[in-house]
């Protein structure tokens, strides 16, 4: 398979970004899903995707790591092109090993948290360390208890993932993305499973991980997360961009008028 | 002192006015009808047990037959040969059958539906009969006059292989529904978080996909291999030697049919009995992670039991008292 890429020479030049999105473009059927998204995120900041149910959220976090493929524009990210090969000015799609390699270094979180249900806490974390990434054992579970005792769930290495509260699996699951050792983390609505009481000490480590430098697309519809967290903040609806910027101006002073009617219903 | 006890002790001594000691229910019912169940049961085997027209000397003797034990020995191999082939098999067309190349999921599909659609007496017969469909097999390419090797069909076949052919076949058909029912049940965002990880393909379907379908993979095919190991009576028809037609070779020489047809159904008991352990276990470990404990094996269980008797206190039923605040 191959598509046309978007002439477009400035491309080589973007570095100080680790993720670029050029005018994406998906659809699935005849629903046109995202329609010439573009994007920029530069290296250690937290980008926050809004929107209503529908407009687009997942699908876009889902190109990033090419759980979707894409029918236009391009991804890169730190420096190398999501998903396919280019060759003049058609990209072929890759194979599905390098795939997998390029998806090492992006991590993803989930909604619903999907942890191996038949390992526990710790073996969740060192399965892709050692099988994939080709740690040694030993060192695997260092690191692994490590990261656990940084979500604080250190004495949670041995149970399985339904012997855990919501929260606690959620948690597992970042120290599971964290474990191969990602140059950006996308999560997608991480909390909006969780019982209330449960979403602070997921957004806790989030918070944390972002003052430690790492770059992170997050879909969320904590607005107060944002506001703290966040250098850039996106609306999006239909597929489109509709605003993007600074949290403050954002939440304070949206330009449109799609974003003020969504901004007052999630209040 | 197993938590039981600590809960009686703590409980069962110091009663105040707020306890309730619930009684069970009397059922006499029960009792009644377990009675004449048994004494139907005690009737049933004596009638046998004094039935002159049995030879109880004879069962005895040729429990141990070295033909019938030769029979027992090529029962379990065609067993065992059959179930793991099968089993292959059966993984391969249920992920032809789940692919999305639309020639690979309806060849699949015609081969469960034909296999599945006809008898398999008929089908072990068929195999049986190949030698004269096809009196050579050859290898060569196809549609021209290029033969690089070919041989004797019966030659190549004999009853054993047409056998092994025909249950192999046949079962790959069942099983491989039973594979494919065990991967869809598997949530698709296990695959999602396995390729978010930079996991292949193949080494999520082994390491992450593979191992949840076993749990509800495992509890059917137990049964199917105890079908099979049945099944495989059915190969006297083509003359295979196993324990079933040894036992019916043996009886046309001695005329005590009965005798060992009882034979026979007693290794066959004996036999399925033995297959449900390994069942068992490989049940406890792929159930790891589904329920918040495990239960005990019977080994832990006896360990356990022995362990109170020991103490002189057996471990009181749970509802015989409890107590209710
Ligand atoms: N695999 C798919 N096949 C067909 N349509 C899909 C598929 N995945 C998503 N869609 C459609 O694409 C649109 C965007 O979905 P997406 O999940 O990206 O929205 P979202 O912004 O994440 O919404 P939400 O807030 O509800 O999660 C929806 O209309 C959805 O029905
Ligand atoms: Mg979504």
């Known amino acids: ?267 | 002192m197993t938590a039981l006890e600590q809960t009686r002790s703590e409980f069962g001594t110091e009663a105040t006015d707020d306890d309730v000691v619930a009684i069970p229910l009397r059922r006499p019912w029960r009792w009644i009808g377990a009675a004449l169940v048994l004494l139907l049961a005690a009737a049933f085997l004596y009638s046998v047990l004094t039935n002159p027209n049995i030879d109880f000397a004879a069962i005895g003797q040729f429990l141990f037959d070295q033909r019938i034990l030769e029979g027992v020995g090529l029962t379990l191999l065609i067993t065992l040969i059959s179930m793991v082939v099968s089993t292959v098999l059966a993984v391969v067309v249920a992920a032809m059958r789940l692919s999305s190349n639309p020639v690979l999921s309806t060849v699949a599909w015609f081969y469960v539906w034909a296999f599945r659609g006809t008898p398999l007496l008929v089908q072990i017969v068929l195999w049986g009969y190949l030698g004269r469909l096809y009196e050579k097999l050859s290898l060569g390419i196809p549609f021209t006059d290029v033969v690089f090797w070919h041989i004797d069909t019966n030659q190549l076949i004999s009853a054993f292989v047409a056998g092994l052919l025909a249950l192999t076949l046949n079962q790959a058909a069942y099983s491989s529904e039973i594979v494919r029912a065990g991967m869809l049940s598997v949530d698709e965002g296990q695959r999602e978080a396995a390729y978010s990880l930079g996991m292949s393909p193949l080494y999520t379907f082994r390491r992450v996909l593979l191992p949840q379908a076993m749990r509800v993979i495992i509890p059917p095919m137990g049964n199917e291999t105890i079908s099979m190991l049945k099944n495989t009576s059915l190969l006297s028809v083509i003359a295979v030697l196993e324990i079933y037609t040894q036992a019916t070779v043996i009886s046309s020489q001695n005329l005590k049919q009965v005798e060992l047809l009882i034979v026979a159904s007693l290794w066959y008991l004996l036999m399925t009995s033995v297959l449900s352990i390994p069942q068992y276990y490989l049940e406890r470990r792929y159930g790891r992670g589904t329920s918040r404990a495990l239960p005990p094996t019977p080994l832990q269980r006896m360990r356990r039991a022995f362990a109170s008797r020991r103490h002189g206190v057996a471990p009181a039923p749970e509802t015989k008292a409890v107590s209710v605040i």
Not at chain 1, 72 to 85: A, F, P, T
Not at chain 1, 88 to 113: D, L, S, Y
């Open chain 1, 1 to 267: 398979m191959s598509i046309t890429l978007p002439v477009d020479p400035s491309t080589t030049t973007s570095h100080r970004s680790l993720v670029e999105i050029r005018r994406v473009r998906k659809s699935f059927g005849a629903h046109q899903v995202l329609r010439d998204v573009s994007l920029a995120v530069p290296a250690g900041t937290v980008t926050v995707l809004l929107g209503p149910s529908g407009s687009g959220k997942s699908t876009l976090l889902r190109c990033i790591n090419h759980l979707e493929t894409i029918d236009g524009g391009r991804i890169i990210v730190d420096g190398e092109l999501i998903g396919y090969r280019q060759s003049g000015h058609n990209a072929h799609e890759m194979t599905p090993r390098q795939i997998a390699r390029q998806r090492r270094g992006i991590g993803m979180v989930f909604q619903r948290f999907n942890l191996f249900p038949h390992m526990t806490a710790l073996e969740n974390i060192i399965e892709a360390p050692i099988g994939i990434a080709g740690l040694p054992r030993a060192q695997a579970r260092t690191r692994a208890k490590q990261l656990l005792d940084r979500v604080g769930l250190a004495d949670f290495a041995a149970h399985y993932p339904a012997q855990l509260s919501g929260g606690q699996q959620q948690r597992v699951a970042i120290a599971r993305a964290l474990a191969m050792d990602p140059k950006l983390m996308l999560f997608d609505e991480p909390t909006s499973a969780l019982d209330p009481e449960l979403v602070g000490d997921v957004l806790d480590v989030m918070r944390e991980l972002a003052k430690e430098g790492m770059t992170m697309i997050v879909v969320t519809h904590e607005i107060g997360f944002a506001r703290g967290v966040a250098d850039q903040v996106v609306f999006m609806d239909g597929g489109v961009v509709v605003e993007s910027g600074r949290p403050e101006h954002v939440f304070d002073d949206p330009q449109r008028q799609r974003t003020r009617n969504f901004l007052e219903s999630v209040r």
